[in-house]
């Protein structure tokens, strides 16, 4: 037998004296009196006789049948044996490397199985391999345990069979059509021309300007969900906006229906069939790359899918205090409700198991696995607050400190181990304690990640109005009137943006998602276009929210974090991003950005060019110069070595044509010029521009400034003129 150090799940395994791999089978489940593979049936729909699909000879996905096997084992395929695995002192159960039915792996590829799991009690229960790299079906039926003889397009693969898959070839076309694929190439092949040398990759997180989408809500115009090929038409969109980033809202297979947001996660090595799946998914990566387009991915560890069965919940026991996925205390007559052990953590679900190195290792393998196989650039994780310090008893609340201590750990060599895989890896966190610890290395103590997400400054600069301890400038302005802003509030989240943040003026969660079952529709939060005029959007005042909305960006762009927004906002999307109302609420980027949308989509494109083009807002180095609440008003210098800096915002209604002094003395002497102007009226404003060379003297520096504007300024003389 081999130790059960080797990898879980279907891999490659060389026997003794082959030179061609078997397949192991492996699983964890200490519980279990007794475990077989059994393997799924496949046939063309609509077969009375229901033939296994020949190999050699596909069907098309969409003429494909099974997939699923029933709780009273219908669906197992009869032509293939049962192969049964065996106990390892870990818990762990492995098939016979002696086996010569295993003895190839290449006769298994595309193969889909289930492991048969004999629980503790005797009970009988079908599991999916949460090591598969590829589970079957494409949408959100779940047959609950009953024999199902329907499309595989239609399974919710979190509940379907899992998928052999050879994770050294690559399908050497996007899309083949049919199942199983047949046209192939190695790894290497596939990713030898991966770059282009006129377009690099950003090295540096001060570099990146990251564009948040969500591939689901693409497919403008079809009845069914965006997927990875209408992600690679979007890529030009993206290369001639210039943002050199992309995050994926999370894409590995999920318990939810397709068209939600994703952070439902069931099986963490494999890619969501239902937007294309993991090969079409590695095409993806190598045209964002040959674009000089980094990828990110977003991952969840902090919960699993709520309803996680057939994948995490009670894998291998029917009793709570053994249901090996989860944390649970003590035991369940401690508790008027039998849940009360497992751990709450601000989640929708309960805590996983951080203390279990097998619970760990999931979670660190998969991201891992990721790096390598598909070569992307860095991970969004998700929660990491709620794994390290917001776990508590499911019975009463309280505080689990245990849990929160090895969900610390655990964060510490996830960011160690994936830092080993990929030195020059991108790691960000959302975690809302803004707590130094979170980047600091974890040789200091810290939890290793780059950056934190700052959700704070979303809040001051659009957050929904609901609660009052925000500035709220966007919305607030929104309501019409001269009154004051809170612009001194801002100033301390934009001297923030020096920590090391990821900073947003709209994300996934606050585009109309946040206070979303408020009865007042004023309390909710919107889309920026929308909040900019609070649900007043008319030819009257569109412009109005249009140049919030550039105000907005803008600020985000050249403060000293790092800047994201989510898709659509370069066009002005508008409808609510609900996470389970996609598909209702999609927009076509395309025809915006050739319509209503195309003043908004210039200025993004000039800004993100700016950027992009000087040091100076690139670094960390950032210094108030004004604030006035009266005025609306908002002066701040950006400077990198020799190259100096000025970004005035305005959110005053009315523009200061006559010109507006800004003294402090650190604006230095010198010449001036303006290279960006919110209020051009290329992007829809009202023209009211800096075109001479403006001259500061002793501190002082006067321009004309617009209404509802954001105006940058280069001094001259910088090693770095722009043109």
């Given at each position: ?29 200490p519980h279990a009196q007794k475990v077989e593979v059994v393997f799924g049936l496949l046939w063309k ?187 690679i038409q979007l890529l030009d969109h993206l290369e001639v906006l210039g943002v050199n980033a992309v ?207 700052y959700s704070d400054f979303h809040h001051h600069l659009t957050g929904a109005t609901k609660g009052s ?255």
């Amino acid at each position: 037998m081999m130790k059960s150090n080797t990898p879980l799940g279907a891999q490659k395994y060389y026997q003794n004296g082959h030179t061609e791999p078997g397949i192991q089978f492996s699983v964890y489940a200490p519980h279990a009196q007794k475990v077989e593979v059994v393997f799924g049936l496949l046939w063309k729909y609509g077969d009375p006789n229901k033939k296994p699909v020949n190999r050699t000879n596909p069907v098309a996905f969409q003429e494909l049948a099974g997939g699923y096997i029933a709780d009273d084992g219908t669906g197992i395929d009869p032509n293939l044996p049962v192969i049964p695995l065996f106990r390892s002192n870990d818990g762990c159960w492995l098939s016979d490397s002696n086996d010569q039915r295993l003895a190839s792996f290449a006769d298994w590829v595309h193969v889909p199985y289930m492991f048969r799991v004999t629980k503790n009690d005797g009970s009988v229960a079908y599991r999916t391999d949460l090591y598969s790299r590829r589970q079957i079906g494409a949408g959100f039926s779940d047959p609950k345990g009953l024999p199902y003889e329907g499309m595989v397009a239609d399974l919710d693969g979190s509940k379907s069979c899992s998928i052999i898959v050879d994770p050294d070839r690559v399908t050497e076309i996007f899309d083949e059509g049919g199942f199983p694929k047949t046209r192939f190439i190695s790894q290497a092949d596939f990713w030898k021309d991966e770059f282009s040398q006129d377009k690099p990759l950003p090295q540096r997180l001060e570099d990146l300007v990251i564009y948040q989408l969500h591939i689901p809500s693409l497919g403008f115009g079809r009845p069914d969900l965006g997927n990875v090929a209408d992600a690679i038409q979007l890529l030009d969109h993206l290369e001639v906006l210039g943002v050199n980033a992309v995050e994926l809202l999370p894409v590995s297979e999920y318990g939810d229906a397709p068209e939600t947001w994703g952070y439902t996660p069931t099986h963490h090595f494999a890619v969501e069939s239902s937007s294309g799946g993991r090969d079409k998914m590695k095409h993806f990566v190598r045209e964002a790359h040959r674009r000089g387009i980094a990828v990110i991915f977003d991952v969840v560890y902090n919960h699993y899918a709520p309803d996680a069965e057939r994948a995490e919940w009670m894998y291998d026991s029917n009793d709570h205090e053994k249901n090996i996925y989860y944390w649970y205390h003590g035991h369940p007559f401690y508790y008027n409700d039998a849940h009360g052990g497992y751990l709450d953590n601000i989640s929708t679900g309960f805590a996983p198991r951080y203390f279990d190195p097998l619970i760990r290792n999931l979670f660190i393998a998969s991201a891992v696995t990721l790096l390598e196989e598909f070569h992307i650039d860095g991970f969004r994780v998700d929660q990491t607050s709620s794994i390290r310090s917001l776990n508590c008893l499911h019975a009463d609340g309280s505080s689990h400190g245990d849990a929160n201590q090895r969900g610390t750990e655990f964060l510490q060599e996830w960011t160690t181990a994936v830092r080993t895989a990929k030195p020059n890896v991108f790691l960000t966190a959302e975690d809302h304690s803004y707590l130094d610890d979170v980047t600091r290395p974890v040789s200091h103590g810290g939890l290793g990640f780059d950056a934190v997400w700052y959700s704070d400054f979303h809040h001051h600069l659009t957050g929904a109005t609901k609660g009052s301890d925000y500035a709220k400038l966007i919305p607030t302005a929104g309501y019409g009137g001269d009154a004051p802003l809170a612009m001194n509030w801002f100033t301390g989240a934009l001297m923030e943006t020096v920590k090391k943040r990821i900073v947003y003026h709209i994300s996934h969660d606050e585009a109309g998602n946040a206070h979303r079952d408020d009865p007042d529709f004023e309390r909710r939060s919107h889309r920026t276009l929308i909040l900019a005029v609070r649900n007043c959007l008319n030819n009257q005042s569109r412009p109005y929210a249009e140049a919030r909305s550039r105000v907005a960006f803008g600020v985000t762009l050249f403060s000293a974090g790092t800047p994201l927004f989510l898709f659509g906002e370069e066009v002005a999307f508008q409808e609510d991003f609900l996470y389970d109302d996609v598909r209702r609420r999609r927009e076509d980027i395309f025809m915006l950005k050739q319509t209503v949308g195309k003043q908004m989509f210039d200025f993004y494109r000039n800004a993100i060019q700016v950027r992009n083009a000087e040091p100076a807002l690139r670094s960390r180095n950032i210094e108030i110069l004004h604030c006035h609440n009266d005025n609306r008003m908002l002066a701040f210098r950006r400077w990198e070595d020799e190259d100096e800096m000025i970004v005035v915002v305005s959110l005053n209604n009315h523009p200061f044509g006559q010109g507006y002094i800004f003294d402090h003395t650190s604006i230095p002497s010198g010449h001036w010029n303006e290279i960006i102007n919110s209020d051009d009226v290329t992007y829809g404003g009202n023209n009211l521009l800096n075109n001479n060379t403006i001259n500061t003297v002793s501190g002082s520096l006067e321009i004309f400034v617009p209404a509802n504007g954001i105006v940058v300024l280069k001094k001259l003389g910088c090693s770095r003129d722009f043109r």
